[in-house]
């Protein structure tokens, strides 16, 4: 198989923490000064928590018929920084980027993104969150799958059974089926936060309004 671009751990690690950590300080600053906006953050939390349960708390702890994170990995540095009891929250919190670039990419043309069902920002969302996985896989590192077996998880129920490889170049990436199930879910769980939210609300208020001039 070949090596990712990142082949210096340190340099993985950096890019992992940065897309982990990176968008909390806005999520905190947008969830006090925008009130409109605190279903962001309410969506985030909710990736987070969603792809924790779904996939990384199994995988990490390898507990359905597999082996931990710390088993599966050829470094001890990458074990060192992104320590097993930690590691889990930190690649949920970087899952809950993914789906956070997801809601901007879906702003590049609706102006209210998440405001309605929409199968064309389905398939949009589709195709970005297995398109992440393939670009993971080839610019950082496969981390599940170096040594070692990976656990069965909620939203990957039928490895090792079905687990076909994309070939990126001079790159085979594993396509595990955790963002294909996270498509389904993440997108109507998403739309219904955001219409709970004051945000819907107001909107929706601003449209029976206009009907009725």
């Known amino acids: 198989k070949s090596q990712p671009m990142f082949e210096d751990d340190v340099l ?4 992992i923490y940065m897309f982990a950590f990176g968008p909390l300080v806005p999520l905190m600053v947008q969830h006090v000064f925008r ?23 199994c995988w ?5 018929d597999g082996d931990a994170v710390d088993v599966r990995r050829p470094s001890a540095k990458l074990n060192k920084y992104l320590p097993k009891g930690l590691n889990w929250l930190i690649n949920s919190m970087a899952d809950g980027t993914v789906c956070l670039i997801g809601i901007m990419i879906l702003n590049l043309y609706r102006e209210k993104p998440l405001s309605k069902m929409s199968f064309v920002d389905a398939g949009v969302l589709s195709l970005w969150f297995v398109s992440q996985q393939i ?14 077996k990976l656990s069965r998880a909620p939203f990957s129920p039928v490895h090792p059974f079905w687990n076909p490889v994309a070939s990126v170049g001079e790159f085979d990436i594993n396509i595990e089926s955790t963002w294909i199930c996270m498509s389904l879910i993440w997108y109507p769980c998403a ?6 939210s004051p945000a819907a609300h107001h909107r929706r208020i601003l449209i029976a309004n206009k009907k009725h001039r």
């Open 60 to 64: 990490n702890f390898g507990l359905f």
């Open 191 to 196: 739309l219904f936060i955001y219409q709970l």
């Open 135 to 148: 670009l993971a896989g080839a610019f950082l590192f496969d981390v599940n799958l170096t040594n070692g």
């Open 12 to 15: 993985a690690i950096t890019a």
């Open 35 to 57: 009130k409109d906006l605190r279903w962001v953050s309410h969506v985030y939390l909710f990736s987070v928590f969603t792809c924790a349960v779904g996939w990384e708390i």
